[in-house]
């Protein structure tokens, strides 16, 4: 069954980086493009980035220029590499697959940025 194992959150302070895991099965990885959402107390999830299999990647404007989000499909596996974090980027991480999501959210993982 499809499944996403996202790791790697934490608390950091502003200005700090974390490096955010996801690992998919139960899909044909490399023909699905992943993306990366967040979801903030009392908002909206939302698309932060994401990428195709052969690596085109696009970001929402609020990350543009401090996150990178990557790919190996050989390990299945994508990847968020977050810079400058600021207190709103404070939420709960999650992959999937992009434009339409799978039904079956992972865990999702818990970023922190504090000022």
């Known amino acids: 069954q499809v499944q996403f194992v996202e790791s790697g959150g934490g608390l950091v302070q502003a200005g700090g980086s974390l490096r955010l895991s996801c690992v998919a099965s139960?899909?044909?990885?490399?023909?699905?493009?992943i993306g990366w959402y967040r979801q903030a107390p009392g908002k909206q999830r939302e698309l932060v980035a994401r990428?195709?299999?052969?690596?085109?990647?696009a970001y929402a404007d609020s990350v543009k220029g401090r996150f990178t989000i990557s790919r190996d499909n050989g390990r299945k596996t994508v990847y968020l590499q977050m810079n400058s974090l600021q207190p709103d980027d404070t939420a709960v991480y999650y992959c999937?697959?992009?434009?339409?999501?799978?039904?079956?959210w992972g865990q999702g993982t818990q970023v922190t940025s504090s000022s």
């Open positions: 999937n697959t992009w434009p339409a999501p799978k039904l079956t």
């Open positions: 139960g899909i044909t990885f490399t023909f699905n493009v």
């Open positions: 990428i195709t299999g052969g690596g085109t990647t």
